[in-house]
């Protein structure tokens, strides 16, 4: 039962709820099912203690949409697991009065992982009803009871328990008489699917073949209308034929055009942008820009400069929080560690990088998590090496070995 203790509780949420950030509609959502109809109950403004408990007490739902804004231990967690995924994961928190429903039927586009965390709910998982439901890019509206089947799972969780189910699976949860429910459902792989690359993928494809090769510029046959089209396609004809055989053939050679890398390397900057930014050791933040003890003192700064050597030993600050893209004529290196811990709250953060600069960018990644020397670095001059490993150091991206001696 006290598995998942000190992840989150509803004494976290009561502190959240204190912080005064927490908004309705942004952070928070009141919501109750009954007799059939799901309803939200968002007044505008802030989620304040006094309002927020009356309506739990009142018999609504509480849903925390971004738990790990106001829990560190729920912003590690997180962090841990997108490295593990390769892919966005989110968290929401759902607090349950007893005898109560907040949500109705319905299927998600994530994968989606309940981890008991407090009292018990009662839980019914139903397969996908048509193949167009397997592992959907959206979720579905609310359902209806009449909509749904037989369940393939009927189950209690307790506090300690874990319950999977993949995208498409219809779900809802209810709380019993005797006991509140707070559960945390953590979220991955939303819209990262074969499909989605493709996406990206195939229009850019088109784009090169139309660029590089004349057979995707000819123009159509003049009198294709005439036999081509949905009134046509039981017709038997030999123009019919050739013009399939003529498509079929381009989109067999848009292989050869298709900028693979290219186009994992803008799904890996989205992916990016989603992250949420890493949560430091105590020796990474006293080895890198956050511990540098800069200040101001006597009316004047102190311990301002940065002084890296061709002896300085350094390493990314962690594996998954970089990303070299070539774009148009530049090279971006995109980067979490400015990343806010709400969703998109901020911009991609990016800068641009010199092309001679890419290769020791691509080695300190290879060489994680071991320590490399700035002279090391395959820069063709020294001074390059140690301004590269300065910038890096200042965007907070590098960790170094020992602390930096100070000027």
Not at 109 to 122: R, T
Not at 260 to 271: G, L, M, N
């Amino acid at each position: 039962p006290g598995y998942y203790a000190g992840l989150f509780s509803t004494a976290d949420m009561d502190a959240a709820l204190r912080s005064g950030e927490v908004q309705f509609g942004t952070h928070l959502d009141v919501t109750s099912y009954a007799d059939g109809v799901r309803e939200t109950h968002n007044p505008s403004g802030r989620a304040l203690p006094a309002v927020v408990w009356d309506f739990y007490q009142n018999g609504c739902s509480l849903r925390l949409l971004c738990p790990q804004a106001f829990s560190r231990t729920v912003w590690h967690f997180l962090s841990i697991l997108q490295e593990q995924f390769g892919s966005m994961v989110g968290a929401n928190t759902y607090l349950t009065p007893p005898g109560t429903q907040g949500f109705a039927p319905h299927y998600d586009d994530i994968e989606a992982f309940v981890l008991q965390l407090e009292g018990k709910k009662h839980w019914r998982v139903y397969s996908p009803r048509v193949d167009a439901e397997v592992l959907p890019q959206f979720s579905s509206a609310n359902l209806t009871q009449a909509e749904l089947g037989e369940p393939v799972l009927e189950t209690v969780l307790e506090a300690g328990d874990l319950l999977y189910f993949p995208r498409g699976f219809i779900h809802q949860g209810n709380c019993l008489p005797d006991a509140h429910s707070l559960h945390i459902t953590v979220s991955s792989y939303q819209r990262n699917s074969w499909g989605d690359l493709l996406e990206k993928l195939l229009p850019a494809a088109l784009q090169m073949a139309l660029e590089e090769d004349v057979e995707y510029r000819r123009g159509l046959p003049m009198d294709y209308l005439g036999y081509m089209g949905v009134a046509n396609s039981d017709t038997v004809d030999a123009r019919r034929t050739a013009f399939m055989e003529k498509v079929q053939s381009l989109i067999k050679k848009l292989v050869d055009y298709a900028p693979i890398d290219a186009a994992v390397d803008q799904r890996a900057k989205s992916f990016l942008h989603d992250c949420l930014p890493p949560v430091l050791t105590q020796s990474e933040k006293a080895q890198s820009v956050y511990g540098f003890p800069a200040r101001w003192q006597d009316g004047v700064p102190h311990n301002v400069d940065i002084l890296i050597t061709k002896d300085t030993e350094i390493r990314l600050l962690r594996h998954g929080i970089i990303r070299l893209c070539n774009e148009e004529a530049s090279v971006m290196l995109y980067y979490t560690t400015e990343n806010s811990r709400v969703y998109h709250k901020e911009e991609p953060k990016s800068f641009e990088v010199d092309p001679e600069y890419t290769d020791s960018i691509e080695f300190l990644l290879s060489s994680y998590p071991n320590y490399v020397s700035v002279v090391n670095l395959p820069c063709e001059t020294l001074e390059e090496k140690i301004s590269l490993a300065t910038l890096l150091f200042e965007k907070g991206l590098l960790t170094t070995k020992k602390p930096l001696m100070q000027v």
